[in-house]
């Protein structure tokens, strides 16, 4: 949600998909080991974990229910011996969602009909509205019965363990205190700097390997954004906090918004390449592509554009090429 700083008249937008998305991957078995610590007893850790975001996308992509944020399917081994597909879907967003529940359903049964394996959906809630906890779906008719029903780790639960989590050696204990923090001080940006401020010198304290720290201070970055004025004044107190304790874990600034630029340019050549290759498919498909929908096209975002190129597979006319996401909201 965006948020405008009246004194900075800027415009600040939380990001939350992207870091999740890069701490659940790098940082899986804390993930699991913070959120869901009975799962957690049952995999054996020895044996690596497999993430298959491609295979699971080639499972749903027609059963679009809502706007995903971060979903993972990921292939682990038990400690029994039986290798069993891990279905995780990570829901980061600051709205309830009608269709939350039926998408856990779709999915599960999707996974189980490509695989034919068990499949265990695990769903982290990081909305605001306490009481929203989905936990469950399915259907009876006619004496057949048909539920699923996964595991939720809701992070307003965790909202009065807050000191807890900024103590703990867990990665996503860290993780989670910078989100609850990010909601915390959504309007008051002086807050935040403080509440930022305050992480990084925790990070500082903890005798991690320096890579670790350095990925833990990018997602906070990325989560906690501040107005130019205050992100300079940070800059300059963490350089201060670098030299008195004369450890560089996070390193020089210029380094850090030298790699989000880099970042940056690499996003805006896969949504180019994307935009290059629909643009071609409509021109093969339907022999023209108007004004209309190469403007469509230019202003769409990576998600769009995936569901677009699925689209444009199957559509029978140009105007079901683009399929409109936020109708399904």
Not at 8 to 16: G, K, P
Not at 37 to 43: C, D, F
Not at 255 to 283: D, M, S, W
Request: hydrophobic content about 40%.
């Amino acid at each position: 949600m965006p948020i405008l700083d009246n004194k900075a008249d800027e415009l600040i937008i939380d990001e939350y998909d992207s870091p999740w998305k890069e701490a659940v991957e790098h940082y899986f078995s804390e993930f699991i080991e913070s959120y869901f610590s009975q799962a957690y007893q049952q995999i054996d850790w020895t044996k690596e974990a497999v993430f298959l975001d491609q295979e699971l996308r080639a499972v749903v992509h027609d059963a679009e229910l809502g706007k995903r944020f971060v979903d993972k399917l990921v292939r682990v081994t038990l400690l029994d011996g039986d290798e069993k597909w891990i279905y995780i879907h990570i829901e980061v967003q600051g709205t309830r969602q009608a269709e939350f529940a039926k998408r856990m359903f779709v999915y599960n049964y999707r996974i189980y009909d490509r695989y034919d394996r068990p499949v265990a959906s695990l769903a982290v809630l990081a909305d605001e509205h306490k009481n929203w906890k989905p936990a469950s779906y399915g259907f009876e008719v006619l004496g057949c019965k048909h539920f699923l029903e996964f595991p939720v780790a809701k992070l307003t639960d965790y909202h009065d363990q807050l000191e807890a989590l900024k103590t703990s050696e867990n990665t996503f204990a860290i993780i989670t205190a910078a989100h609850i923090l990010t909601q915390q001080t959504r309007k008051n940006d002086k807050e935040r700097y403080e509440a930022k401020y305050l992480l990084v010198k925790i990070l500082y304290q903890r005798k991690w390997d320096k890579q670790r720290i350095i990925d833990l201070f990018r997602i906070i970055d990325w989560m906690m954004k501040l107005p130019t004025g205050l992100e300079q004044q940070l800059q300059h107190q963490i350089k201060i906090l670098e030299e008195s304790t004369k450890m560089q874990y996070v390193t020089s600034m210029e380094r850090l918004a030298i790699a989000k630029g880099l970042e940056q340019g690499l996003e805006q050549g896969v949504l180019k390449g994307e935009q290059k290759t629909l643009r071609r498919l409509i021109l093969r498909r339907f022999q023209t592509i108007p004004d209309w929908a190469i403007d469509r096209i230019s202003q769409a975002s990576e998600i769009e554009l995936e569901q677009w190129l699925d689209n444009v597979l199957d559509a029978t006319t140009l105007e079901a090429v683009f399929t409109d996401l936020s109708a399904a909201h």
